[in-house]
């Protein structure tokens, strides 16, 4: 791999180009699902420059779904024969229904080098002591975070099965230096810790990396886990039917796209055009180097701001300013304010009382109408409304509940 | 690796001996627990002959536990800095305080290889798709099973996370043809299919493979899977203190030791002298190939009867017959007759009608009352008690309690 650290666009583009070329040799015309999406009636695939990637077709999750349904259990997006696959994944569900994902053993080793470059921009190392707070099932969520590390030379604690407790106490007792969770867990591990007189803020943790929401790229959520754990705190972003691809640098900006093993796309979601440096539209992402399982112009329905090359980290990756923001259909649109969960929790977060919340939408027509259901102390309901309406120029409903009656979360939280 | 399934004694104990001294020259003197347990005082190591061996002192669990406590938390039998160390297990805590083991890339390496000759002896290949119910937590438990059916080349469904009942959707729906558990489990998850109106019978599975009980080398028990699944069941033996050390072949006639990567004494626990043929006693294990944390003559605690070097299947390696009997310290003397968990569970199984069980132990002196609790209709317990008396000669008080009265087991179960 080359040192993209330091490596220009021409050479990122460069290399971008001559993956994609080999990866379509491999996947046509053995893969039935591109084959058919691609090369159906007197349609070619031909990419002599990188902008000829703007020709081929979108992939839609729905019609991978679509392909399962009809060839059960796996669908056609297979390159190689079943027997070649060693790892079955499923996505969380969290848009209908779960999709089975396989991996080779060659792209299950490219899914661990992408987090190796997760774990590197965070500036963890073979020494450190990586505890993942996951509970190992089909869902990918942190399997390659395992794998990345221990290809990494870090020593690997996977914290399956365990409660909050135990697993408070297995990251003291093994001195782990690395804590590998969702933000909201990172939360509740050190509510937990606290209900019980621990204090995570001793621990040896000195990183923490999170995935599965925006959290750790959102500002205000962001300063809650770093002075929990007193840790610097890592976004990273990833898909099952895509793979590990984003990251954060230490200037904690926003998630880069790991441009040495995808090519990324930002497009209005409407035109399907790209958008301009600074806008914000719908992350379409190419994989290369999961070629057994590949997925191409895949729009991941994720909202991203185009935040430029020039990171002052020194990468000319693309930046995605802010990490992700939401899902394209999480947008609320309130009294004409575009309005995203995660600005909601920015705002939140701010306030040091506030443990959980919960988003109430009720949808009149095109019309959504918010209220939030906040655990916070009586007394802060209308400071909270004063500053939601000094953000988003709205009123937005605030009920104060007790603490502890609202949901907690080990995978990715749900508060709409 | 040669071909382990038609090697001769003489093959396998030159080979033995050639791994036990280079073994020794890796260990010694980089690893300051056996560096003090060997070359302390006037001490020297000479192995010339494998019969050298018993010229060493064994290893006792409590002897790696003080060491822990001693320099926590790793201990002193490291044969190498611990960064250079990848992952970190924990015994499950079956006697006394966890341990922590720590394995290299290369001892991690090894133990999925000797994972690979539990699935060869089961006839499982890259074709197979392999569900681990388990949890995936630090104890190694199915870990190791999982790295080695991935290095077979197979499959693998990891069910860390899940219910019974999504487990059971997901063998279903994956095709499985492979169940990796405890045998209480796979007996666990028919009885949840059972109560769903899921026919486990009809599902894909072939092979069950089991650990951390005796059961699947206890007759009755292991026909009971066996019918509930379809399927051949298998039985498999490790520790985490050890590595994989034992598989069943398809004679099914107890557990080989893998003497390729291991050397087995089988001891009087009391003399410390070896057994002959036929008889019991406890095993003493000497591990090959985890140089980052050897185990010499280990004292497993574990009580095995020699069964030989002449299986009917071909191979030359240790038979344990019956499997693992039990634990020593679990052998129960009731009015003078010695009684194995193992063997109360071989009478209780050839009931259909019995679900589980629990055996109370009531201890007056050095003498033990044993009395059982049965999952069973009132009217079996008359014909229970006399098989019972026919098996051991012993009049043992059962009481039928109602089913899914008795707690159920996801890991080892505990019925004592």
Chains 1, 2 share one sequence.
């Not at 796996?74 to 848009?95: A, C, E, K, M, W």
């Not at 661990?112 to 470059?117: G, I, L």
């Not at 450190?128 to 099932?137: K, M, N």
């Not at 655990?375 to 009123?395: A, D, G, M, N």
Request: glycine share 10%; proline share 6%.
């Amino acid at each position: 791999m080359p040192q993209w650290d330091t490596a220009s666009r021409s050479l990122i583009e460069a290399s971008q180009l001559a993956r994609l070329q080999l990866g379509l040799t491999r996947i046509l015309p053995r893969n039935r699902f591109y084959e058919q999406k691609m090369l159906s009636g007197d349609r070619t695939v031909t990419i002599t420059r990188l902008s000829d990637l703007a020709h081929l077709p979108f992939t839609m999750k729905r019609e991978l779904a679509a392909s399962q349904e009809m060839y059960p259990p796996f669908g056609t997006n297979l390159t190689y024969p079943v027997s070649d696959y060693i790892r079955l994944h499923q996505t969380s569900g969290t848009t209908g229904q779960p999709l089975k994902v396989l991996d080779t053993p060659e792209s299950w080793d490219w899914w661990a080098d992408c987090w190796r470059t997760v774990y590197r921009a965070a500036g963890v190392g073979r020494d450190d002591v990586v505890f993942l707070a996951f509970g190992f099932g089909p869902f990918i969520g942190f399997w390659s975070a395992y794998e990345g590390a221990k290809l990494l030379g870090a020593l690997t604690v996977p914290g399956g099965g365990m409660d909050s407790l135990q697993r408070l106490r297995l990251i003291q007792e093994s001195g782990a230096t690395v804590l590998v969770c969702t933000p909201s867990y990172a939360l509740r591990l050190a509510e937990v810790a606290q209900e019980h007189g621990i204090d995570v803020g001793t621990f040896n943790v000195r990183v923490t990396i999170h995935a599965g929401e925006p959290g750790a790229s959102i500002p205000a959520t962001r300063a809650r886990i770093e002075e929990a754990w007193d840790a610097k705190t890592y976004d990273h972003a990833g898909l099952t039917e895509m793979g590990a691809y984003g990251f954060s640098c230490e200037l904690q900006q926003g998630v880069h796209v790991n441009e040495g093993e995808f090519i990324a796309e930002i497009l209005d979601p409407q035109t399907g055009q790209p958008i301009e440096e600074g806008q914000t539209g719908e992350l379409v992402l190419t994989n290369l180097g999961r070629w057994g399982y590949p997925a191409i112009r895949y729009r991941t329905g994720d909202l991203v701001r185009h935040g430029g090359h020039n990171c002052g980290c020194g990468r000319a990756f693309l930046l995605l300013s802010g990490g992700i923001l939401g899902r394209i259909d999480d947008m609320l649109v309130v009294r004409g304010v575009n309005l995203y969960p995660s600005a909601l929790a920015e705002v939140l977060h701010r306030f040091p009382e506030v443990a959980e919340y919960k988003i109430i939408v009720t949808r009149a027509g095109p019309l959504d109408e918010v209220a939030l259901q906040v655990e916070c102390p009586p007394h802060l309901v209308s400071q909270i409304q004063e500053e939601l309406h000094t953000s988003f120029s709205l009123r937005i409903p605030v009920e104060a509940v007790e603490p502890g009656k609202l949901p907690r979360f080990e995978l990715k939280a749900r508060r709409v």
